[in-house]
């Protein structure tokens, strides 16, 4: 039992076969009131878990939207070109580049009869190098990116051996509820253990995905989080041993 809870908790670690669209955002409030949920509330999951759970939670935002500062502001945590970037702001830069991209082709195909057959040529490989240079001057970053989401997870991932099938009653309630018909979440449960690090490598490729991957893994730990009161209510109380604790 005691494995299953740490597993239960830290199970967003685990890393599966990724299809990362369709989330629907209108279910904040979700609640999950599955059996396992009720039975591990306050008995397996306690203060401390309830706490660990918030931290990961606050990995997994300062990635996305950056870290908050004293003046409010958030920076991000990636370097870029010598700024700093949050993943969205990263996965908004590569959808420009592509975008931009797929425009000057469109262009270029729509006057074709302008050009002579080399001057069409060598403008289409202009277009085409100057894109492969943006999309290369984004790989270390998200190389780096895809590291660190992988570095915060894998002490974890021997903890999910041989409970897929417990983490997955959680996990569907968690999808059905939120509207997710295609996501990481569910086909994890299709990934051989063990082969979790590979998938993440082969199936995350490029900042849409991996900033998708993140919002969902933040969303299912809002969501856990909510659903138990009264681990929240030690964990409270946790604190306020704390901090009394630390005023003597």
């Known amino acids: 039992m005691k494995k299953f809870v740490v597993t239960l908790f830290i199970f967003f670690s685990v890393l599966i076969n990724a299809n990362v669209s369709n989330v629907s955002q209108n279910a904040d409030k979700i609640i999950l009131e599955n059996s396992i949920m009720r039975f591990v509330d306050g008995i397996g999951v306690k203060g401390e878990i309830f706490g660990f759970i918030l931290q990961c939670r606050r990995k997994g935002r300062n990635r996305l939207y950056g870290v ?14 010598g700024k700093k970037y949050c993943l969205v702001e990263l996965a908004k830069i590569e959808k420009e580049y592509e975008a931009e ?16 057959a080399d001057e069409w040529k060598k403008e289409r490989r202009a277009i ?25 997870t894998v002490a974890y991932l021997d903890s999910a051996a041989g409970m897929k099938d417990l983490l997955m009653i959680i996990i569907k309630e968690f999808c059905d509820k939120k509207g997710l018909k295609d996501c990481f979440l569910l086909d994890w449960g299709k990934t051989k253990e063990g082969e979790e690090l590979d998938s993440i490598k082969k199936n995350i490729g490029n900042f849409s995905d991996l900033t998708r991957l993140w919002v969902d893994m933040t969303d299912f730990l809002e969501t856990m989080a909510r659903s138990c ?12 041993r704390a901090k009394e604790e630390a005023s003597k």
């Open 128 to 152: 085409e190098n100057e894109y492969r240079t943006r999309k290369d001057s984004l790989k270390d970053v998200f190389e780096y990116a895809q590291k660190d989401f992988i570095d915060i």
């Open 229 to 240: 009161p009264k681990a929240k209510a030690m964990f409270i109380e946790m604190v306020r």
């Open 68 to 81: 908050a500062t004293s003046t409010g502001k958030r920076v991000g945590m990636f370097e870029y070109q």
């Open 101 to 116: 991209y797929l425009s000057k082709l469109g262009y270029l195909e729509k006057n074709k009869p302008k050009y002579s």
